[in-house]
């Protein structure tokens, strides 16, 4: 049976410096032979976190919307990848609602830390982008900003960080060769053995 990889697009531009990473991921893993499903979460529909927190009890989130599709496919599979710009310096909205409305699916509460609810089997890979030049772009804390509060949603459910790539100061939307070289390392890197 062929692994699964969960594409999830954090940008509103498909065609962008993070839709362009994520594409080229996608056409290495299906390369690689994985089954592939991808959400680009500005065509979901995903309303805002209440702050209810019946989801820490219950594992799903009280609001009906596309957020149960979402975690659905999260806990189905086997690598996630999420493209997602540098947006002053962290996730876009759309990006940290997502991870909003995930709390109960990922995490269980406890007295003392926070319990994963998904597996340590799984993996994730970070893409991000932002126009700062680097070193700038790591210094100022645009790039890094983005990639660690991405990584603590991903710590916090208890998947193993597949890494990450950092496209920084882009100017043109086809791919350095760096960048594609990184893709493909981590593509090939995050093989599941069963």
């Not at 839709?19 to 032979?33: D, R, S, V």
């Not at 920084?168 to 594609?180: A, C, F, S, W």
Request: hydrophobic content about 35%; some cysteine.
């Amino acid at each position: 049976m062929a692994k699964r990889i969960l594409a999830i697009l954090g940008s509103p531009h498909k065609e962008g410096a993070t839709g362009t990473m994520l594409q080229y991921a996608l056409q290495i893993a299906e390369q690689e032979g994985y089954d592939i499903e991808y959400v680009n979460l500005y065509e979901k529909k995903i309303a805002y976190c209440n702050g209810c927190r019946t989801c820490i009890k219950t594992g799903m989130c009280v609001q009906k919307d596309d957020i149960q599709e979402i975690a659905g496919q999260l806990k189905a599979c086997d690598i996630v990848i999420l493209a997602a710009p540098a947006y002053w310096a962290n996730v876009p909205a759309v990006v940290k609602n997502l991870f909003d409305r995930l709390l109960g699916v990922v995490m269980e509460e406890t007295k003392t830390f926070p319990k994963a609810r998904l597996s340590r089997k799984q993996k994730y890979i970070l893409l991000t982008a932002c126009k700062t030049p680097a070193p700038f772009s790591r210094i100022c804390g645009q790039s890094t900003g983005a990639i660690r509060g991405m990584k603590e949603f991903f710590k916090t459910s208890g998947m193993q960080f597949g890494g990450k790539c950092v496209w920084t100061g882009q100017d043109k939307k086809e791919l350095p060769q760096q960048i594609k070289r990184k893709i493909e390392k981590l593509i090939r890197n995050s093989r599941i053995q069963n």
